[in-house]
């Protein structure tokens, strides 16, 4: 039987937040007990109070010998459940709700507003002149056995190389009675009932070497080469991940984790200017989103110019991309003015597409993404003819040897067939040139005014920034900039496109365009990522009604990936 309790309490800002949690138990029971599947407190509440099952489609809760219900005023021994109806069992209401899908059952609790947890817990505590027992000697004598059987035979053990773990049927006085629970099913899995490989000293706490010498990839949350966070304390890592508790909890996911030290702005503003105060996740206890940029510097050396890229941190609210290619989103999203070649209109998915980790993109490039719209063609009387992308001296090589065989090849016209070429929107299709010289003569001014249409007017000069050093030498005259994309704008952070793509209710191309203006931006360096005010009308640091609660974790990582992420950003514009 699959029951849904969800708990309704009273929230900090006087609003209400709720809990649920699913009972998978044949029968739910019901009491002040701490074994009870539902445990209520109040004075009128029996240790096992009541029992709950489902039947024919209703739930019917039947009170043990001696303990009623409460409905309407009048008291019973069962009550069958429909939705909307409500039980009282000393002060706490439980309604009946309409199940969800997968469940037999749904039940809402609100528990007594009256009862005092600490007076509750107190009125069961026994205290040992209640019992027949004396204070010293059964103290005494308890203290000897611990120390004979826990301690003396377990370490007489140790120290006489007997193994550790008893086999089947032997004695259980080894150290293994000195372990406080199981362990993390990964580690137990991973080195079974060998102690000595955490424990490799006698009576000395796990160290860090004993971690790391599985765990050789798991970085320091201090990230390599932030000189100024070297002189910050590090814990062991067994303080935060501890073992031999039930449940297994090897994974802290609690606020506290990092807010306990990011909520000092003093101590963090002389450690390092670049971490500011974070209490939360909201607009005025999370500090506004930072985007790392990669930013070229531009030298000229005598071969033209070399570009040095370096990463750059820099508040989202006045970043600009720098990637040196001309994009308009606006455009091609525009149905009227660009669809592809079935006639369809052009989404977001026909260029971003989402690497397997869920959160990364598939890099876009020319001829995956571009190639089908975009011909590289700059012949109309020889439309197969391309030029090779990203290489500008190949490019003029291609042009030139080309125009050499059109006027130098008699037999060319026939070897290479025309067809109608794709042209983008408003270009003028070539009519044709005249030329009176030699064919060499020809080919090269034909060359040559080809090459300044492709890398002045409407060629490579459309999607990139062209240098014009103004030579003769039609090979080096022109320069077009390299084109960097970032992989990621956030790469201290993560998030997961995947669970983003189901929006209440958009999908599609519409969930992408509530977090990016897409159908917006006419420029390239219109940097579409959202700042935390759109991620809070959607998330919160915790429950409420129509919200998905967020904690740190879900966003940043306390060990970061140095794969993924720069070491160090080499400039941060406050």
Avoid at 106 to 118: F, K, N, Q, S, Y
Avoid at 223 to 250: D, F, I, W, Y
Avoid at 352 to 366: I, Y
Wanted: one cysteine or more.
């Amino acid at each position: 039987m699959d029951i849904l309790l969800r708990e309704m309490r009273a929230a900090l800002d006087q609003g209400t937040e709720f809990q649920d949690r699913e009972l998978s138990l044949p029968v739910v029971t019901i009491g002040s007990r701490q074994d009870q599947a539902i445990q209520l407190l109040g004075e009128q509440v029996a240790g096992s109070h009541a029992e709950l099952r489902a039947a024919g489609g209703k739930l019917q809760i039947k009170a043990t010998r001696g303990n009623a219900l409460v409905v309407d005023g009048e008291k019973r021994s069962s009550v069958e459940l429909a939705p909307g109806e409500r039980v009282l069992i000393g002060g706490n209401t439980l309604e009946a709700m309409a199940a969800p899908a997968g469940f037999d059952g749904a039940v809402v609790l609100v528990p007594d507003p009256e009862v005092d947890r600490a007076t509750f817990e107190n009125a069961y505590q026994t205290s040992l002149k209640d019992t027949w027992l004396s204070k010293r000697w059964p103290a005494w004598i308890s203290l000897a056995l611990v120390l004979v059987f826990a301690l003396a035979v377990p370490l007489y053990l140790v120290m006489d190389g007997d193994d550790a773990t008893p086999a089947p049927g032997a004695s259980l006085l080894t150290d293994a009675i000195w372990t406080s629970g199981p362990l993390h099913a990964v580690h137990n899995q991973s080195i079974g009932d060998d102690c000595g490989a955490c424990h490799s000293e006698l009576l000395e706490r796990v160290q860090d070497n004993a971690c790391t010498a599985c765990h050789k990839d798991i970085e320091d949350h201090i990230v390599p080469g932030h000189a100024a966070l070297q002189s910050m304390p590090t814990e062991r890592c067994a303080v935060c991940h501890k073992e031999h508790n039930e449940p297994t909890l090897l994974v802290i996911e609690a606020d506290s984790l990092c807010t306990d030290c990011h909520d000092d702005g003093a101590t963090l503003s002389r450690v390092s200017p670049h971490v500011e105060v974070a209490t939360g996740f909201s607009e005025a206890s999370h500090p506004r989103f930072e985007v790392a940029l990669p930013i070229a510097q531009a030298t000229a050396k005598a071969t033209g110019l070399v570009f040095d890229w370096e990463l750059h941190e820099r508040p989202l609210e006045d970043a600009q991309e720098q990637s040196n290619l001309k994009f308009p989103h606006d455009l091609h999203l525009d149905v009227g003015s660009v669809r592809t070649q079935s006639g369809e209109a052009l989404g977001c998915g026909d260029c971003h597409t989402l690497s397997p980790d869920r959160e990364h993109f598939v890099p876009v490039s020319m001829a995956a993404h571009c190639r089908d719209c975009h011909e590289l063609t700059f012949d109309a009387g020889a439309p197969q003819r391309q030029l090779p992308h990203g290489q500008p001296s190949e490019a003029v090589a291609t042009m030139e040897g080309h125009f050499i065989r059109v006027y130098a090849d008699p037999s060319r016209a026939a070897a290479e067939p025309t067809r109608e070429r794709r042209r983008r929107p408003g270009r003028r299709a070539d009519s044709g040139n005249s030329c009176s010289g030699t064919a060499l003569q020809c080919a090269l001014q034909r060359t040559e005014a080809e090459v300044l249409n492709q890398f002045t007017r409407s060629g490579c000069v459309t999607c990139h920034r062209v240098d014009d050093t103004g030579t003769s030498d039609l090979f080096t005259r022109f320069q077009v900039y390299p084109v960097r994309l970032p992989g990621d704008f956030m790469p201290t952070a993560r998030f997961d496109h995947h669970s983003h793509l189901t929006q209440k209710d958009k999908d599609g191309d519409a969930a992408c365009l509530t977090c990016h203006e897409a159908t917006a931006s006419s420029a390239s360096t219109d940097l579409m990522i959202p700042d935390i005010d759109n991620c809070t009308s959607c998330h919160t640091d915790h429950t409420v009604a129509d919200s998905v609660p967020l904690d740190c974790v879900d966003c940043h990582a306390y060990h970061p990936d140095a794969s993924s992420m720069p070491q160090l950003f080499t400039e941060r514009t406050p």
